[in-house]
């Protein structure tokens, strides 16, 4: 076997290389395909775009429609109104809001990345006292500068977030003091703010949070305007989930899309094309699986004793033809599609197995 000749070798890099090289190739002449786990034997159509594992030697380039305004470095954060005393306050990579009433202020989020930075933001535009503080979900990325922000008298969330928070026992997120299960409507003065429940997708209990007045809706951890999602779905709990709470986001009558991350809001438009990626990526992952032969890249011998090897070699070859079938339409098209599309294909041709 080619790992057991490896094996006995001990010899200078540039040697041992040749020596490497050599026994590929002969192996590629005797098998006509690339089987055992070198480095240096890499699979047929191997894609230009870096594996999961290896560095990106030049990143591609952030298109201008993935951008957003710039942060003051000497401020660290940025406001933006998006009407009738509403705010988004971001650091270009978190997003939460946060919105002025008569009386009070009530906060969306506090993600630990700029939470020291919430209030200093809010006292930009009142004196008012935080009231009230929402949480999207209970993933601490989001929420765990909760206590930057003082005591918030009255702390609302979805009743799974509370239980995943009681399992998680974070003093930096401290539990709700109001759940609900289906609908919340939050009332305060003249403001108002429907809190909503669809269901798993990136997490059991996150939430839609719409500002009818203002006709913005945030929801955390789905869209990323203008980028590919984080890697595998940005980590959904539920990737059917994930598929189907996109058309429920793309249902809703907004105006702004508060995402949750990158530089700057969303639209329609960022929605319907993350949606036509998925639908591609479906699509690619589905006709991968359809055309791929578990084994074929396999030694016998090895593949008789080794099924984790045999969907190894047989889920790389299904991901490598799901880029490559994606890569020339995607590429351009979403920021970062570079540093997340393996694993976007690993995470769909998974589904598709197992859900
Ligand atoms: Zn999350
Ligand atoms: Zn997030």
Not at 319 to 334: A, E, F, G, H, M
Request: charged fraction near 20%; charge should be negative; include cysteine.
């Amino acid at each position: 076997m080619l790992t057991k000749r490896f094996e006995t070798i001990r010899q200078p890099v540039r040697a041992r290389n040749a020596l490497i090289s050599a026994v590929a190739s002969s192996l590629l002449l005797q098998a006509g395909s690339v089987g055992a786990a070198t480095v240096e034997a890499s699979y047929d159509e191997m894609p230009e775009i870096a594996p999961i594992g290896v560095r990106i030697a030049h990143y591609l380039p952030v298109p201008q429609q993935a951008r957003g305004p710039a942060i003051d470095p000497a401020k660290g954060y940025r406001l933006e109104e998006l009407g009738k005393g509403l705010y988004m306050i971001t650091d270009n990579a978190y997003q939460s809001m946060f919105m002025v009433y008569e009386s009070g202020v009530v906060v969306v989020d506090a993600p630990p990345a700029y939470a020291a930075h919430i209030v200093e933001g809010i006292r930009e535009v009142t004196d008012k006292p935080i009231t009230h503080l929402v949480y999207s979900h209970s993933h601490a990325d989001h929420i765990a500068g909760a206590t930057a922000l003082g005591p918030v008298p009255i702390i609302i969330a979805h009743e799974e977030t509370k239980r995943l928070l009681s399992r998680a026992k974070d003093p930096n997120r401290p539990l709700p003091t109001v759940t609900f299960s289906d609908r919340y409507s939050l009332k305060v003065g003249t403001q108002r703010l429907e809190l909503s429940y669809h269901g798993d997708a990136h997490e059991p209990g996150n939430i839609f949070v719409y500002a009818p007045d203002q006709q913005t809706l945030m929801v955390i951890d789905m869209v990323f305007p203008g980028w590919m999602p984080w890697r595998r779905f940005a980590l959904a709990h539920d990737i059917p989930g994930y598929f189907a709470q996109m058309k429920e986001i793309r249902d809703v009558p907004f105006k702004t899309l508060v995402g949750g991350h990158v530089a700057r809001t969303g639209t329609h438009a960022d929605v319907d094309r993350q949606i036509a990626f998925m639908h591609d990526l479906k699509v690619a992952a589905t006709k991968a699986l359809g055309t791929t032969k578990p084994g074929a890249g396999l030694d016998a011998d090895v593949a008789g004793v080794n099924p984790w090897a045999v969907f190894d070699d047989y889920i790389d070859r299904v991901v490598i033809k799901c880029v490559n079938d994606l890569t020339p339409t995607w590429s351009n098209q979403l920021a970062a599609y570079d540093i997340y599309i393996w694993d976007q294909c690993y995470a769909m041709e998974q589904s598709l197995r197992i859900d």
